[in-house]
């Protein structure tokens, strides 16, 4: 292994390689420190040319490759194992907007940008980038694109696959597959970029893509609304979509108990009425404020001007209090809308089952995007006992692992 090193050291000299166990471990714990692995090294190209004589090398050695953005999955994916035998590429110094295409609307951004980054980039040049999700302050594009993000504004702009217009991407033979266009009307062939897009690194590591863009938006407006139940959630998304059209950006459902957390946790956050709704909804686009103040008399209209950024922080806490809890399980799932009703009923069962002796305490929170055939749910696990944070060693004592066959929830 000491000659991969040195082979690699001489492609991306001694900035771009990290070998010591103390400089290496934020990258090989992920972001809910869950899972801690133990990579042979961590390397970090600047170019693309770079990061292909990399692969190359790694190809030759038989040395598997982990892909890693920003690390903010929830899940672990862009962790090492143990093994001490894998590489991990983090394209974090790949940061540079190559440029920007205001009449096409289109910018051709590397991997290591930081969405965020992005998104400033966009609005200076008088346009939007509308991928946008909780972690887009530390999330890099390569990341999003690689796990088809689907973010807040799927409703209205898709997931991040469709906001893509080309790639680039260096595949597991070290060789560079340039398809960095910005034609919009491109019939030629196959269409090779989707099979990189949401692949995880499997396929090919991205380096660069060309994403689209729109124009500013005239008007904007953040309404938070307050329902009895997922049903009239899914009645008022109907409604909304036929009186406004595409101008519904977003549409996000979260229980109170979800809120409650939020609340209990983060104390410079509101509620955002006097009382408390079994379920909310957080509607971001012009045109739903008038609808919701017509249509709605669930919440009193002056409420539904609920200030924007903090309903966004509220998105966010979400997020972070996911990393607070140890114990957390994140689960997603895709149904039809029309599913959702029925599995619905079940979950105030599942908010709080007992615990048995020592096993564990199980707390279902649903919150996020009622949009057409996507839902989630988020659950934590809570020990009586902390020194066993693992569900599986309630399973071994016998306790049956629960079954959750729907779920309702935010893109995150």
Known sequence: MSELIERIRSIVGHAGLITTPEEFAPYATDWRKRYVGKPLAVVRPASTAEVARVVRACSDARTA????????????????????????LNLSRMNRVRGIDARNNTMTVEAGCVLA???KAA???????PLSLAAEGSCEIGGNLSTNAG????????NARELVLGLEVVVPSGEIWDGLRGLRKDNTGYDLKQLFIGAEG????ITAAVLKLFPLPKSRATAVVALRDPEKALALLERALGACGERVTGFELFSDFCLSLVLKHFKDTAAPFPRRFPYYVLNPGAGFLELARIHLRSAG???????????DSHRAHRR????????????????????????RRRQPALQRVPARGNGPRYFCRGFGADQPHRARQRGAFRRLDQRRARLGSAQARGNPPLQITARTGPDA
Request: charged share 20%; with cysteine; hydrophobic share 30%.
């Open 202 to 205: 499997t396929l090919g590591v």
């Open 117 to 119: 980054n992005l998104q």
């Open 320 to 343: 972070v209090h996911l990393g607070d809890r140890r114990g957390t399980c994140a689960r997603s799932s895709g149904c039809p809308d029309g599913d959702v009703r029925p599995s």
């Open 301 to 311: 209209p002056r409420r539904l001007e609920y200030q924007a950024r903090r309903v």
């Open 123 to 129: 609005e200076e040049a008088g346009r939007l980038l």
């Open 65 to 88: 490759i982990v892909p890693q953005g920003g690390n903010t999955g929830l899940c672990g994916a862009a962790t090492p194992d143990a093994s001490g035998s894998q590489i991990v």
């Open 151 to 158: 973010g807040t504004a799927v409703l209205r702009y898709g």
